[in-house]
């Protein structure tokens, strides 16, 4: 199944009789906060890496001074307008995900701002990523109950953030959840995932974890 750039399209439809990969975008399939930084560098900011948070660690370059709230929002806004001009995969994904759809269907879901689906699906396809696409900033683990339809076959998430994969263990117990953050040193600052999530370092691993999930 393919999406064209363009309008959102309806959210797709699985008929169940495969595994269901859902992926992440920003930091798992894309790499998102080092062409930020250099996105917000250009701007007249950047981005400190002192916690897990981008509210409070986006500064000033001129003083150092914390950018305000509103400021912040209009960065971001700026940032996804033009991501196309900034992102691009993260090292294995395209390699792996390719590998996996033989094995199972795949979408990707991404928390950000609908608004830009365009720019994101012609981005993607840009690289060969050319999975369906579902931008949502609503709980993921709702979404993702839905979209598997009480299908009897494993359904797995890749997400850089902890909640998203609780939300997703919470609605879909039997789910596997793996936790993978592209960026080393923010990665070493996210909260420990856990007892029932899976830890991947990059996307052999996570291609590791899938296949030994779905044999056994």
């Known amino acids: 199944m393919k999406n064209m750039p363009g309008k959102e399209p309806p959210v ?3 008929d169940g009789t495969r595994a269901l990969i859902v992926s992440d975008v920003d930091e798992v399939a894309l ?9 917000l560098k250009e701007n007249g900011y950047e981005l400190l890496p002192r ?3 981008l509210s409070g660690n986006i500064v000033s370059l001129a003083g150092g001074n914390p950018a305000s709230p509103a400021a912040v929002a209009n960065l971001m806004e700026g940032f996804w307008r033009s991501h196309d001009n900034w992102q691009k995969p993260v090292r294995g994904a395209a390699e792996a995900l390719h590998s996996l759809s033989a094995v199972a269907d795949i979408v990707f879901l991404t928390a950000m701002p609908p608004k830009h689906y365009a720019v994101r699906r012609a981005l ?19 979404f993702i109950r839905e979209l598997h339809a009480d299908s009897e076959h494993p359904v797995i998430l890749i997400d850089d ?23 080393d040193i923010f990665r070493a600052m996210a909260p420990a995932p856990e007892d029932d999530m899976h830890i991947a370092a990059d996307w052999n691993e996570i291609t590791r974890l899938v296949l030994d999930h779905l044999s056994a």
């Open 12 to 14: 797709p439809v699985f």
């Open 31 to 39: 790499e998102f906060l080092d062409p930020f930084n250099a996105f």
């Open 51 to 53: 916690s897990f948070r």
């Open 124 to 142: 993607l396809d840009r690289y060969d990523l050319t999975y369906p696409l579902v931008a949502r900033e609503s709980s993921k683990g709702a």
């Open 161 to 183: 953030m902890i909640y998203n994969l609780k939300s997703v263990r919470e609605h879909l117990p039997h789910s596997m959840a793996i936790h993978f953050m592209a960026n």
